[in-house]
């Protein structure tokens, strides 16, 4: 899998959008790019995930570069729950791989108050 | 709750003794991960099941560490010799057979500290 590079940490203001950047000049155009977080204490949790076209869900819009060598997690307004560790991670098409995700070190969103 | 549990949460043992964890996946999926997490690092991959057969090992899964999936639903991990190296957060994952891009669905995790 390829690899992937954040800033070690970011700060945004509560209510605030924050935007969470990841370089992967590396991706083949199988790779999906996948975004997890992990809250204080507790297990990873899925986030939103794309190929080449932007994508929105209910916690988040990913906008993805149209060379694909980068993209960035876009939470519109930020709460203090949203302070975790995101994760950026490429994985490859399903199809031709055994599954396991390989995390960096993330990046770590503080949101003040 | 219907998502992915482990258990126990947290674990302290001596050195040397064994301990075994369990994870039991959310219904359905026939995919199950397990990661080890150590403090200020992102989980790291350790084995991986389809089903009840241990497809794929990592490097990190040394022999003193055995996983186990009977009849494909719950899953165990066994750490045999504790050395205090191994304290770290271990982690279980799940995902289904349908949908695209592997998406995973994590557990709560169980915390080893090995004095």
């Known amino acids: 899998d390829a690899k992937t590079t954040q800033p070690n940490s970011m700060e945004s203001n509560e209510e605030e959008p924050v935007h969470l950047p990841c370089n992967h000049s590396?991706?083949?155009?199988?790779?999906?790019i996948h975004w997890y977080r992990q809250l204080p204490s507790q297990g990873p949790e899925y986030v939103i995930h794309?190929?080449?076209s932007n994508v929105n869900n209910r916690m988040a819009s990913l906008a993805i570069a149209e060379d694909r060598k980068s993209s960035t997690l876009i939470l519109h307004r930020a709460t203090l729950r949203d302070a975790a560790v995101y994760y950026c991670?490429?994985?490859?098409?399903?199809?031709?791989?055994?599954?396991?995700?390989?995390f960096g070190k993330g990046t770590k969103l503080s949101v003040k108050p | 709750d219907t998502g992915v549990s482990q258990d126990p949460r947290h674990k302290i043992t001596k050195r040397g003794q064994n301990v075994t964890f369990r994870c039991d996946p959310i219904?359905?999926?026939?995919?199950l991960y397990w990661y080890r997490q150590t403090l200020g690092q992102g989980p790291e991959f350790l084995t991986y099941?389809?089903?009840?057969?241990?497809?794929?090992k990592s490097r990190l899964l040394s022999d003193r560490f055995s996983a186990e999936r009977p009849k494909g639903s719950f899953s165990t991990l066994e750490i045999q010799r504790t050395e205090q190296g191994d304290s770290a957060m271990y982690l279980c994952?799940?995902?289904?057979?349908?949908?695209?891009?592997?998406?995973?669905?994590f557990g709560p995790g169980t915390r080893l500290t090995v004095l």
């Open positions: 994952a799940s995902s289904p057979p349908w949908g695209v891009a592997d998406t995973q669905y």
């Open positions: 590396t991706i083949s155009g199988t790779d999906y």
């Open positions: 794309g190929l080449t």
């Open positions: 991670i490429l994985r490859d098409d399903y199809g031709g791989s055994q599954g396991n995700l390989i």
């Open positions: 219904s359905e999926h026939n995919r």
């Open positions: 099941f389809q089903n009840e057969a241990q497809l794929e």
